[in-house]
């Protein structure tokens, strides 16, 4: 099993930025897949964006981020971001990361490991 930790997470205002982090600790391999979701209040818990530990594969993303935020890793140092951009409050949520081995998915039940959360409130 792989223990996941975000950082990053905060208040910004609307069109502002945020970077989050998830640094992940334990046993990863080029079949291992990361991915970010978010849950807002009242609201299920919903894909944000993936991406392979594979060299030369593509991120996937949802509509309602692509286009503002990036995902990106350091293999070498186990580490999974999410740049995100032109931030509205409609991206207010407790940001997960998740892994798990194999392709990239959209589904939580997809996935094996877990953190704990970082909050994410954009102000109008």
């Known amino acids: 099993q792989v223990q996941l930790v975000e950082s990053g997470g905060g208040l910004v205002q609307a069109g502002g930025s945020l970077r989050l982090s998830c640094a992940a600790s334990?046993?990863?391999?080029?079949?291992?897949?990361m991915a970010w979701f978010r849950q807002a209040p009242g609201k299920e818990r919903e894909f944000v964006a993936a991406r392979s530990w594979r060299i030369g594969t593509v991120a996937s993303y949802s509509e309602s981020v692509k286009g503002r935020f990036t995902i990106s890793r350091d293999t070498g140092n186990n580490m999974l971001y999410l740049q995100m951009n032109s931030l509205t409050p409609d991206d207010t949520a407790v940001y997960y990361c998740?892994?798990?081995?194999?392709?990239?998915?959209?589904?939580?039940?997809?996935?094996?490991?877990w953190g704990q959360g970082t909050q994410v409130t954009v102000s109008s």
């Open positions: 998740a892994a798990r081995y194999g392709t990239v998915a959209v589904t939580t039940q997809d996935y094996t490991d």
């Open positions: 334990g046993r990863t391999s080029s079949t291992y897949v």
